[in-house]
């Protein structure tokens, strides 16, 4: 038996303008969680993708139970035993959880001469799927009307249920609860007794040094090292990752809040109802923090108060006149921003240039006379703020698909600030982003406050709330539950004054 299930020697892939992969060589054991880490654009997924069959590597070889491979397409890469979980979910939404789950492998049964798709037996071999990965979802229910942590979990379902040798997990909790995090790794360590090997490429470090027995780091498209998860830190992660000391993980605070710029007294969304009066202030050039647990209704708050979701009843007053903002429009005109939260699904437009993309909230800006855009106006404004927020791309004309996830998430910025917003409403501004690159989101953040823009910030992620914040907000089960200041703001602060409110309305 080969001490490796999977090898990949030396592989090397190039698009135009990028090096993505420079030699890089990675072995992998059966019955192993094997983690890869990187900041994005260290060529993680690329990688993945050269193993999959999506992508062709220009040079290297990959053996699979010791013996050469190259697949031309994903089809003969889980032909052979490998399946992956991509962090892009693409499922169909107008069809049935099933009909994702068999995609390409419905079961069939013959009348006569003809052959036709076994309907029962398809919903039948999902629902024993879903049961044994003590899984709760409809077989039959069409994948529209799941939510966003039931499809990572149904894209887990799918790739296990290839009963491969190897399955490549990208990014696989970005969407899980914390409960669902915790049975997908009793899911992981279960394949790994049974003799399947892990790969599993994540950013959050903790998840990283929890479930894996080997962690491999790649830096600007080259294996940096392979290490043993039980002899690393956090610190040490970090630093192979970004090739320097990140001791201090959250830039120094140059922002002093000042007026009250804007006030929410009392709001409360339509039935069926998701917050309920829910009163806070904003200053200007102040970062306020929302933390909360799964369900506190963070996200539905702030698309309220931008006008993309109904208030029943409440007020919210900007420099101290009442504002009523039924749309995303009219937020614009009242120069409110916001970035949301799933970046792929409701942020970028991946078949669009960086250009268009950070364009495209104030494109009615740069259209002159007859009508007519002005190109050179669009051009200097788009390198301008390339150049002020560190963009990493090629060109303006680049793809935005073809950027790394942090770079993505500042054309974003750049998207509002063209707007020239004095309110910039930011959830969940750094998910999916490495170390490094958040360590650039959180100084654009701080700078901006800085220029007296003001910030509010929904973040689940407890260090990033506590190291950016000014105040914190929070919430639960759609109430807000308490304040703290940034002084005396702590992770177990937040929780108890979630906690408490949960226990109170349990009692």
């Known amino acids: 038996m080969n001490e490796y299930i999977l090898q990949i020697k030396s592989i090397s892939k190039s698009f135009p ?12 054991k059966p019955g192993s ?149 915790h049975h997908l790794f009793e899911i992981i360590r279960r394949l790994r007794n049974e003799g399947t090997a892990i790969i599993y490429i994540s950013h959050k470090i903790e998840e990283i040094l929890t479930i894996s027995d080997e962690v491999s780091i790649m830096r600007d498209g080259r294996h940096v090292g392979t290490y043993l998860a039980k002899e690393l830190t956090i610190d040490h992660i970090i630093k192979y990752m970004v090739g320097r000391d990140l001791s201090h993980r959250f830039p120094p605070k140059t922002n002093v809040p000042g007026e009250t710029v804007m006030e929410v007294k009392e709001l409360t969304s339509e039935k069926p109802r998701s917050f309920r009066n829910v009163s806070f202030t904003l200053g200007r050039g102040e970062i306020l923090g929302i933390g909360g647990l799964v369900g506190a209704q963070r996200t539905e708050l702030v698309e309220s108060i931008f006008g993309l979701r109904p208030i029943e009843s409440g007020q919210i007053l900007i420099k101290g006149k009442p504002t009523r903002i039924k749309n995303p429009r009219q937020a614009k005109q009242h120069k409110l921003a916001l970035v949301t939260e799933e970046r792929r699904a409701s942020g970028i437009i991946p078949m669009r240039s960086v250009r268009d993309n950070m364009l495209l909230a104030n494109i009615s800006y ?28 090629p060109s303006s004309k680049t793809l935005i698909r073809d950027l790394s996830g942090g770079n993505q998430q500042k054309v974003l910025f750049a998207r509002w600030l063209l707007t ?83 226990q109170k309305a349990s009692a």
């Open 366 to 393: 740069y259209v002159g006379a007859g009508g007519l855009i002005n190109e050179k106006m669009c051009d200097t404004d788009v390198s301008d703020k390339i150049k002020s927020l560190n963009v990493k791309t």
């Open 420 to 502: 020239g917003p004095d309110i910039l409403i930011l959830d969940e501004p750094t998910r999916g982003i490495d170390v490094g690159a958040k360590y650039e989101i959180y100084n654009v953040i701080i700078n901006l406050a800085k220029e007296g823009k003001s910030i509010i910030m929904i973040s689940s992620e407890m260090p990033e709330l506590l190291g950016i914040s000014d105040r914190i907000m929070v919430m639960c089960e759609g109430r807000v539950t308490g304040f703290l200041e940034r002084e005396t703001a702590t992770q177990e602060a937040i929780m108890h004054i979630a906690a408490q409110f949960e």
């Open 33 to 181: 969680v094997h983690a890869l880490m990187g900041e994005n654009g260290a060529g993680k997924s690329t990688l993945m993708k050269c193993l999959f069959g999506i992508y062709d590597p220009d040079d290297g070889e990959i053996l699979l139970d010791g013996k050469s491979v190259r697949f031309e397409n994903s089809r003969q890469a889980l032909d052979a035993g490998i399946s992956m979980i991509h962090q892009e979910l693409l499922p169909i939404p107008l069809r049935p959880v099933m009909e994702n789950l068999w995609l390409g492998r419905f079961p069939k049964h013959s009348i006569g001469p003809f052959k036709f798709v076994d309907h029962k037996k398809m919903y039948n071999n999902s629902q024993a799927l879903f049961k044994d990965l003590n899984m709760d979802i409809n077989p039959s229910v069409w994948v529209r009307e799941l939510s966003a942590s039931k499809i990572q979990s149904l894209e887990i379902a799918k790739a296990v249920s290839y009963g491969a040798k190897v399955i490549i997990m990208d990014e696989p909790t970005s969407s899980l609860t914390e409960n669902e995090v």
């Open 17 to 28: 303008g990028v090096h993505a992969l420079d030699n890089v060589s990675i072995d992998i």
